[in-house]
């Protein structure tokens, strides 16, 4: 089935708008800063707060250091090559890998030792809150399931496309891959997810 | 389902599982400040490839430098553990050693102290206070070791109701609680007990678990004093803030769990029904988890046969009836009470592994184990008649030790 990217594609408007961000951002004005931090802020944040288990106020320093980034290496940034949210958010991903990488060298259960959840008790629950809990559980669960079955790649671009509503372009840049192949991943990936959510349905 | 809701369903399901965190207030002030000194400041240079490889050269020789002389030094630390001779024939038994533990009570001139817990520089004691049956009144008091100061932080907070379980954060400043306001003819193990903290001096005392929430346990605080792991009736394990603002659930964390002293780990007690060969039973486990209660890992795992249980039991003359015999004996045999050692590197914890039906009580039939996480491997530590409890794992590189309390010196 041909899968449309409907967001691979920047409107006229916008690119008008990040070319005046980019104009604004290499004359170092006070008011692109502050366009930055409003267009990408809190997309970053949610971007990094995902992928460091959901640790706000680490999330928070490598949004600050991601744009921080962008605007002092702005001159190295080359429209030609790459999409100018892909750029902040490639520079946000190294930020985060870098901060896994430390916490890595930290002692803590090695990813070969994780165990079927299926293993573990399963956990009931009551009242409101416990309704609310339950649900996150569950939804908790399944992502873990997910993550079980989908390569590391593979969910990363689901995320990515899904919940950072990247295109496929900016994807691509992000991850440094060919789109074919980013384009293919995420097919794999949706296929993948079809398959273990209707199993886990049944 | 078309392409497009599918990836809608994606999304709100990622979003129910890890909702993103709130923003701290002035979150914008502290980007701009940043992105305005980026701009002030020259752009950063890609190092070139030979200075990389020149730098982390001598970082890896340095390392390796550090470390050699570094390692003589580790010192493992001391397991601790209370080992009691139980009654017998012989005579009444008595106390190898003691400490101050959870759990324990003492009978003074105007009450009941129970639920201590030493403060992490040795010097204060913060218990529950009460004044005999029915209890609808305790209060949190702390008291200097050496006995020479008493305060009541319940009645200097203005709380009313019945507070306990206190436990201090690793820094010594605040102390998390358990406090409910009992109600006529309730009992207090039925009460919504909510999770507190206040500062150590008996100011600011705030309510953790939110209201109407499911009733709670006792909290332990993250090595860093940043947050508190909880149970909540009917929802399992929690890790909060000490504002109970952000909440979340720790579904791989079972019961009595143990935060490792670097933070990274989290360790706890699960078990579940099974069968084995025909026989029904329970699956004992002891989980390991990183620091935020994900990624579970079973270290130790041990079935127990009810059948062999029900094999031990004594008769009517032990005072209970073989049901309970069976529940006591499940709550005992563990895998239970895990620790980490200072180094974060071990864990230690009770069991009786395997139940012998035809040998002593099962209590007799715990010994302390140690489970290493480099190598997996599982070691007995004790292997005698004694009943082993309270594991305590105490480094020996620190002087911010509690004091040993014997029984003969209660606090008051």
Known sequence: ?202 | MSTDRFDEQIASLLDTAEPTPELQPGWEQRAMAAMAAAAAGPARRAPRLVTVIVVALVLMLLAAAVFAAVRYFLVEGTLRFTSVQPAGPGGPGGEVSHFLSQGEEWMTSEGIAFDADISPDGREVAYSFRRGDPCDWAHIVVEKTDRSAIVDLSGKAGMHGVSCAPNWSPDGRMISFMHFDPTPGQRPCNAERHLWVMNADGSGAHQVTPKGSPRTDRAHWSPDGSRLLTHLDGVGTIITDIWGQHIEVAPYVGMNPRWSPDGTMIVSAHSRAGEVDGRPGQWHQVVVTDGNGNHPKVVVEHFFAFGDLEAGYPGPKSGKSLAEWVDDALCYVGPRDAVFSPRSDKIAFLAAMPYDPSGPHFLSQVEVWLYDLNTDETTRLTNDDMEQDSLFWRAETTDRVGPEWEESAPPR
């Open chain 1, 1 to 202: 089935m041909a899968e449309a990217d409907v967001t691979s594609v920047e409107l006229p408007d916008e690119r008008e708008a990040t070319d005046r961000l980019l104009r604004g951002l290499h004359s170092a004005e006070p008011a692109a800063h502050a366009e930055l931090c409003a267009r990408f802020g809190r997309r970053l944040h949610r971007f990094a707060a995902r992928r460091l288990r959901g640790d706000a106020e680490l999330a928070e320093d490598i949004m600050v250091a991601t744009l921080a980034d962008g605007v002092r290496n702005i001159a190295r940034f080359d429209p030609r090559r790459a999409v100018f949210s892909a750029w902040l958010f490639g520079i946000a991903r190294r930020h985060v890998t870098a901060e896994l990488r430390r916490q890595s060298r930290r002692k803590s259960v090695p990813a070969s030792a994780q165990v079927s959840m299926h293993s573990l008790p399963e956990q009931h629950a009551t009242g409101d809150v416990a309704e609310d809990v339950t649900g996150r559980i569950e939804a908790k669960r399944q992502v873990a399931m997910l993550r079980e079955h989908l390569s590391e790649i593979e969910m990363e671009v689901l995320v990515l496309h899904c919940v950072d509503q990247l295109s496929l372009r900016e994807i691509a840049q992000v991850v440094r891959r060919s789109e074919r192949g980013i384009k293919s991943l995420l097919h794999r990936a949706r296929q993948k997810a079809r398959e273990r959510l209707g199993a886990d349905e049944h």
